[in-house]
């Protein structure tokens, strides 16, 4: 298993947020904790310089890059971005990239060779899936393989990966180009999820229905937007959410805190500015 908690933003902004842990359902709650287990693209977009952030031992900075790159920092210092590739991408070099899919707005072929880990998610030429179980000072790093569809209406098999980061006793998915819904086993691997980053287009990953069911299966306090095109796709995405579970709150800046310490008691969607 991965992972499953509760998280939410420190900002003062976010005042639909509480601090109270909210229980885990019955069948999940033996997950405690993240056990480690084996066309036209957007121009070059490179956001300006920002200072990382000051974070006490339990705390993970979380800040929206854009599309679907996100930059996580833990409190040890280590860094690592989502999705790294040569479209979106922030001034700094982090220990480690992933890229979940080979498409050009998720990877890219010349990764900065400051970089000391570079995770491709996808398989091999021979069709190995793509495995990692990696430790990088109090950061971990994991990933579960999925399948994506291929340009002639086929299965690329283990095309994809859902990457999950753990530190702080926080565990966050980044489910990439995610173009299924999840199985059994692969919820059971996941297992404990805190923070889920969700691609919401609709159409060129997973269906906005299916997308939905693989939130409620995940069973995460906290889901994260990406990889979607403009406020129109976005909405498309949220308005689905309007009979739910989830309350809807959007971020006034692209960076969050996260904690377990301080939890949502209802599972909540947070807009982060950029798409």
């Known amino acids: 298993m991965i992972g499953r908690g509760l998280v939410a933003t420190t900002l003062t902004a976010l005042t639909i947020l509480t601090v109270h842990l909210a229980a885990p359902t019955a ?11 084996v066309a036209q693209f957007p121009p070059m977009e490179i956001p300006p310089a920002f200072r990382l952030a000051a974070l006490q031992p339990t705390e993970v900075s979380l800040t929206y890059i854009g599309h679907s790159t996100f930059l996580i920092e833990t409190p040890g210092g280590v860094t690592a971005l989502t999705d790294y590739n040569d479209h979106v991408r922030p001034d700094i070099v982090p220990r480690v990239a992933t890229m979940n899919h080979a498409h050009s707005t998720h990877y890219t072929n010349v990764p900065d060779p400051g970089i ?8 091999d030429a021979d069709g190995t899936p793509a495995r990692y179980n990696l430790d990088v000072g109090d950061l971990w790093v994991g990933n579960v393989p999925t399948n994506i569809r291929d340009y002639n209406g086929g299965t690329e098999k283990f095309g994809n990966s859902i990457f999950v980061f753990r530190a702080a006793d926080l565990c966050i998915a980044h489910l990439g180009h995610l173009h299924h819904t999840l199985t059994e086993d692969d919820i059971a691997v996941l297992g404990r999820i805190d923070v889920v980053l969700a691609p919401v287009d609709g159409s060129y990953t997973l269906d906005v229905d299916g997308m939905v069911e693989v939130l409620k299966a995940l069973e995460a306090p906290l889901v994260i937007p990406m990889h979607y095109f403009n406020e129109s796709t976005l909405n498309r995405f949220l308005n689905r959410l309007g009979d739910s579970k989830y309350a809807v709150a959007r ?20 807009v982060l500015p950029g798409h």
């Open 251 to 270: 971020n006034p800046g692209p960076r969050i805190t996260l904690s377990r310490a301080t939890l949502p008691a209802k599972p909540t969607v947070l």
């Open 27 to 37: 069948a999940r709650a033996e997950a405690e904790r993240c056990p480690k287990m």
């Open 116 to 123: 000391e880990h570079v995770l491709k998610g996808w398989a």
